[in-house]
Nanobody, 122 residues
């Protein structure tokens, strides 16, 4: 069982930056593939980024590539999402998720956090 708690969301102007954190409980954090997804009310959940167990392999979604960076610190049981050059269309609830399988499909992910709101003003 893994429990995930996101933090770091908030209101930022377009062009600004935020760093999201996701703290995981349990001693097996390093065994999980971690990911970030986001969702706008009324829309499907969108894949943002995923990172492997050791942190040396990762994939970012096309809409955030070059602006967002996923990373993890297994010693701190935490995964991060550094978001730069934010745009109003990045406004969403951001969710952290954990899986023992690779992939950008949300169906692969067994554990989810409660989400953190990111709002980007124009």
């Amino acid at each position: 069982q893994v429990q995930l708690v996101e933090s770091g969301g908030g209101l930022v102007q377009a062009g600004g930056s935020l760093r999201l954190s996701c703290a995981a409980s349990g001693r097996t954090f390093s065994r999980y593939v971690m990911a970030w997804f986001r969702q706008v009310p009324g829309q499907e959940r969108e894949f943002v980024a995923t990172i492997n167990w050791s942190g040396n392999w990762y994939v970012h979604g096309d809409s955030v590539k070059g602006r967002f960076t996923i990373s993890r610190d297994n010693a701190k049981n935490t995964v991060y999402l550094q978001m730069n050059s934010l745009k109003p269309e990045d406004t969403a609830v951001y969710y952290c998720a954990a899986s023992q399988r690779y992939g950008s499909d949300e169906g692969n992910y067994d554990y989810w956090g409660q989400g953190t709101q990111v709002t980007v003003s124009s």
